[in-house]
């Protein structure tokens, strides 16, 4: 309370003036004015916010977060021995960078196997050339069963080889490689410091543990044909 007025009253008496001279047109300043109205509540809503705000402020925010777990009688505690790194100052090394790395990724890779399973994303049409010694695949995504993206981006065309037994399944696997060499010491030798992510297209006999089945080829009167039948796994 400011001499008997609420604080808000203080900012609407204030907001009243300053509008005296960008509106000196505006005459009518009594309480039922809808101009007036419209004044107090900006105001209100104004002192709202500003005490709001200092109250969060002036706490801990981790203790406002936690404030009802405390209340919680803890039975026992469970560890699932996945580990980030703590980086200290002074000891920061390769390996710690690397570790750091595969915790993002089987983080990120549990979160698309457990949430958004297994199979194709989009894309990966396998369809069968007009000579039916070829397949072509089309650009996609898919998951694979531990989690991994296995991204094509382009289009291939691909020859079945000749001696390839009758039913067969197309699969497209996670692969990488190192890439990228750079010069390291004094000696002109140098290391790859990139690993780079691709898809590799194989051919199996039965569904393909490793990768993910796109398609189930069939040869008919020696041409090989996309079974329609088959309806691969596909990732929600």
Not at 92 to 120: C, P, S, V
Not at 168 to 175: G, Q, R, T
Not at 188 to 197: D, F, H, K, Q, V
């Amino acid at each position: 309370m400011i001499g008997g007025m609420n604080e808000w009253q203080v900012l609407a008496e204030a907001l009243n003036r300053t509008m005296a001279s960008y509106a000196p047109g505006w005459t009518n300043r009594n309480d039922v004015d809808p101009g007036i109205t419209v004044l107090q509540v900006i105001a209100y809503l104004a002192d709202g916010l500003l005490v709001y705000r200092q109250r969060y402020d002036d706490e801990d925010p981790v203790s406002v977060r936690t404030t009802d777990l405390e209340t919680h009688v803890p039975l026992a505690e469970s560890w699932s021995g996945t580990k980030r790194p703590n980086y200290l100052s002074g000891r920061l090394r390769a390996g710690d960078l690397t570790e750091e790395q595969n915790y993002l990724l089987e983080t990120h890779r549990r979160h698309l196997r457990t949430l958004h399973g297994f199979g194709i994303v989009h894309g990966l049409e396998v369809g069968a050339g007009a000579q039916g010694d070829a397949i072509t695949i089309e650009p996609g995504l898919a998951i694979d069963a531990r989690g991994r993206e296995v991204q094509l981006n382009e289009r291939l065309t691909l020859l079945v080889p000749k001696d390839t037994a009758s039913p067969v399944f197309v699969a497209v696997e996670y692969s990488e490689r190192f890439v990228d060499p750079v010069p390291v010491g004094q000696d002109a030798t140098s290391e790859l410091s990139r690993i780079e992510e691709g898809c590799r297209v194989v051919l199996a006999d039965g569904p393909c543990e490793s990768g993910v089945a796109v398609a189930r080829l069939i040869k008919e009167q020696d041409a090989w044909r996309v079974d329609p039948s088959f309806a691969p796994a596909r990732a929600n």
